[in-house]
């Protein structure tokens, strides 16, 4: 069955559906795994022509063989929850480790087709709830890419700079401090644009040559996985690029 929710957007009403696959969906789509929720991770669906209802309907489709799922997917019109957002899915494309993305972020897939500015209002919209009902700030948001190094969310990278992703992290940030009544910041959010990064380059790396050596030296996917993490997460606070594993 599903449940309705009506949020309101800067450009308007979208409808938050909840409509949850089933738990004995093909290819283990919903695990029914604990998420242990720390992030939360933005894809665009690099389908041009699918709507929200489109891309929920596809993880019930017969003729779909794939394992990959998504907690949320939203349009011009609907943000639709798929699987429970205490439940893992299958969206990072690391793994399943302890700190993989599929383990510990929520995934959100915004559509490509529509109204695209309207989506991605309704996208930003959402997702500043989202941090807020959780005290977190726009630190807590990662692309597809940050955990596997896939061009995703391939709009917000169509100048090879991620600038669509700055920007919709600018977008998110101004709603999540437009909507705190006291006028403060939440203490979670990023650093402003400008600031000095919390770990200059150069001490991020000597330090990711320490977990380097760790990497080579196991043969553990799962403790590969995370080094990887780990490193990237050095790079992010240090102002580098991610890399992918």
Wanted: aromatic share 6%; glycine share 10%.
């Amino acid at each position: 069955m599903e449940d309705e929710a009506h949020k309101k957007g800067a450009s308007g009403m979208y409808t938050y559906v909840v409509d949850h696959i089933p738990r004995s969906t093909k290819n283990n789509r919903r695990p029914g795994l604990a998420l242990n929720e720390t992030t939360i991770t933005i894809h665009n669906t690099a389908n041009p022509s699918s709507t929200a209802r489109n891309e929920r309907n596809w993880l019930t489709n017969s003729s779909n063989n794939a394992t990959a799922s998504y907690h949320i997917v939203v349009d011009e019109r609907e943000a639709i929850e798929c699987i429970p957002l205490n439940e893992v899915a299958w969206h990072a494309g690391d793994g399943s480790g302890a700190g993989s993305g599929n383990r510990t972020s929520i995934g959100i897939e915004i559509t490509e087709s529509g109204n695209y500015a309207a989506t991605l209002e309704n996208a930003a919209t959402l997702v500043a709830s989202m941090l807020r009902e959780r005290g977190w700030g726009t630190n807590r948001l990662r692309r597809h890419f940050d955990w596997s190094g896939k061009n995703c969310p391939r709009l917000m990278n169509r100048d090879g700079k991620w600038g669509g992703w700055k920007s919709f992290v600018a977008s998110v940030d101004a709603k999540l401090k437009g909507g705190n009544d006291s006028g403060t910041d939440n203490g979670d959010d990023d650093q402003n644009e400008g600031e000095e990064p919390m770990l200059t380059p150069e001490d991020a790396n000597k330090i990711i040559a320490f977990l380097s050596a760790a990497y080579m030296a196991t043969r553990s996917e799962e403790a590969r996985q995370e080094f990887n993490r780990l490193a990237n997460e050095l790079r992010r606070v240090s102002g580098q690029d991610p890399q992918p594993g």
